[in-house]
């Protein structure tokens, strides 16, 4: 049974970093692509970056590139969201994802960025 559990969420200031984690279990991240969203209140999710499934290629949207970065580690079957230099604006529930012909996601993590 596939599931995702994501943490690392919480209250931050501008300019702050968080590290967001996606526990996988079900499955290995090692041999899937996985992918991060958000959705911040009154608007859709958005596709924040994903991880090819060897890990060589990451990709992110405009608006966290060079801020964010995403990371897996094999050996406990998790992938990673580090966030830098965070702003209001990416105030949001973050999801985990793991693509396909059947969609899994995780329940989502708060982040918020405040001063």
């Known amino acids: 049974q596939v599931q995702l559990v994501e943490s690392g969420g919480g209250l931050v200031q501008p300019g702050g970093s968080l590290r967001l984690s996606c526990a996988a279990s079900?499955?290995?991240?090692?041999?899937?692509?996985m992918r991060w969203y958000r959705q911040a209140p009154g608007k859709e999710r958005e596709l924040v970056g994903g991880?090819?499934?060897?890990?060589?290629?990451?990709n992110y949207a405009d608006s966290v590139k060079g801020r964010f970065t995403i990371s897996r580690d094999n050996a406990k079957n998790t992938v990673y969201l580090q966030m830098n230099s965070l702003k209001p604006e990416d105030t949001a529930v973050y999801y985990c994802?793991?693509?396909?012909?059947?969609?899994?996601w995780g329940q989502g993590t708060q982040v918020t960025v405040s001063s």
């Open positions: 994802n793991r693509p396909g012909p059947v969609n899994y």
């Open positions: 079900g499955f290995m991240v090692s041999r899937s692509a």
């Open positions: 991880i090819s499934s060897t890990g060589s290629f990451t």
